[in-house]
């Protein structure tokens, strides 16, 4: 089994504390923010999640997101991690949850396979009395995906409830603006109308098609074919337990009025043990790989020190959102991510930043393209190349440190590279349209292969 990556090394430009909170490691990174491993003076360890920083520019953001905090502190639920502390007046806004120590369930599912029905239906009442929690305290999720479900030994827990509303007007959240993932998003998000706590019952049904299946109950794509799938299509619950796809459906309900409430969920489940054997041998030793209790100092754990760097990620603002699934893809994966160019920490050089991510710590450079990127005479990412050119022509014709991707129908640039080779002419993956999938899951195995960890390559 493949160790998954805990805690990445800080990051030059990254800050060593945040409030009373010393920075011990990444954690991950995503739409919202970069997320820290963090220790109170107490001793107690944290996750300091600190706003980026074209986010904390937005007036509108900043007061929603006091607001949403201020009512997720209110959330007391057993199931769900704890806002602990915040600061929404820092250059850069930042919120401290209580640390859980066990995976997501997407990377745990990557690693492991689909949940036994008796995980399952344990995973369904945590989920659902920790959404009873949330809507108590007047918050909808909008977001509930595997990635925001953690796994502890005592049972999972809800991650950035009323954080994900603040990143879309109070109201509203659709295809155009809205940051829930499409394939656990519900009909009312797809059609940008009121999403209500049904809303977060229909991500329920989708997030246990998943963890008992492997996959997601409507069919991946593009983002808008998957908004058609979830708003008018039937979800696909084929390989979902006979003992729970009747509530599965009952949850995936176009009509939210017919979906059941947390309550309802919890009575049709019936009381359930959680208890340190509520996961499989597998899930259970990555959950015991996240207990960094006795972890002293600042960089890499133990679990993660077979991958001392990480894939450097050369993409153009335009692209942020695909750019967002390709980095969670990865990262499920185990591979730690780096990006992010805009969001510099005061007084620092960018360019020595830059030069310092990809020639000392890239393992892998992902240059990705679209027809946002190819139509831009200047940016970030065309500097970017440069350096990685540069590296290219020192490295053999036959290491595969760069891969280019499309993230649409567009020419890779056809710059020359060393040995006779272009951008163009080297191999790619291409992550859109119908093979958008296998495009995926083959760049995925170049990775690892790159990393030494698995085989293949993309076409």
Not at 54 to 66: E, S, T, V, Y
Not at 67 to 90: C, H, L, N
Not at 189 to 213: E, H, K, N, R
Request: hydrophobic fraction near 40%; aromatic fraction near 6%.
């Amino acid at each position: 089994m493949a160790d998954p990556v805990i805690l990445a090394v800080l990051d030059h430009a990254d800050p060593a504390r945040v409030g009373n909170y010393e920075l011990l490691g990444v954690l991950g990174s995503g739409e919202m923010g970069r997320v820290f491993l963090g220790r109170s003076p107490g001793g107690r360890l944290v996750a300091v999640s600190v706003i980026h920083r074209h986010l904390a520019a937005d007036r509108g953001f900043r007061l929603r997101f006091a607001q949403e905090v201020a009512a997720a502190r209110r959330v007391s639920g057993i199931f769900t991690a704890p806002v602990v502390d915040a600061d929404f007046d820092a250059p850069q806004p930042w919120l401290a949850t209580g640390y859980v120590a066990g995976p997501s369930l997407d990377k745990a599912v990557m690693v492991c396979g689909p949940m036994p029905v008796t995980s399952v239906m344990a995973l369904a009442a945590g989920l659902a009395e920790g959404l009873s929690a949330v809507h108590r305290a007047g918050l909808v999720h909008r977001n509930l995906k595997p990635a925001n479900v953690l796994l502890a030994d005592d049972g999972p827990r809800i991650i950035d409830f009323g954080i994900s509303q603040a990143l879309t007007a109070a109201d509203l959240t659709d295809p155009g603006t809205g940051f829930a993932s499409p394939s656990f998003m519900s009909p009312e998000q797809g059609l940008g109308t009121m999403a209500g706590p049904p809303s977060d019952i229909f991500s329920l049904g989708s997030v246990l098609v998943y963890a008992a299946t492997g996959r997601t109950p409507f069919k991946t794509g593009q983002a808008f074919e998957i908004f058609n799938q979830v708003i008018r299509g039937q979800p696909d619950v084929s390989g979902v337990p006979a003992q729970i796809r009747p509530l599965v459906m009952r949850c995936l309900d176009k009509d939210p009025k017919l979906r059941p409430s947390t309550d309802q969920i919890l009575a049709d489940l019936g009381p359930q043990r959680i208890e340190a054997s509520w996961l499989p041998a597998c899930f259970g030793e990555i959950v015991r790989q996240y207990d960094l209790r006795s972890f002293s100092g600042r960089g890499l754990s133990s679990s993660a020190s077979s991958i001392a760097g990480h894939a450097f990620l050369s993409y153009v603002r335009e692209d942020s959102r695909q750019v967002d699934e390709l980095q969670g893809m990865l990262e499920r994966a185990g591979v730690p991510v780096w990006r992010d160019t805009a969001d510099l920490w005061p007084g620092e050089d960018w360019r020595a930043k830059i030069r310092h991510a990809i020639t000392n710590n890239a393992l892998v450079f992902i240059a990705c393209f679209s027809q946002a990127s190819i139509s831009r005479d200047k940016s970030y990412q065309n500097e970017e190349l440069t350096l990685a050119i540069e590296q290219m022509r020192m490295r053999s014709p036959d290491d595969p440190w760069l891969i280019p991707v499309r993230l649409n129908e567009c020419e890779i640039p056809d710059r020359e590279i060393g040995a006779g080779r272009t951008l163009a002419s080297i191999q790619r993956a291409d992550l859109f349209g119908a093979g958008a999938q296998e495009g995926s899951e083959r760049l995925v195995t170049a990775i690892l292969r790159i990393l030494g960890r698995n085989s293949g390559s993309p076409r």
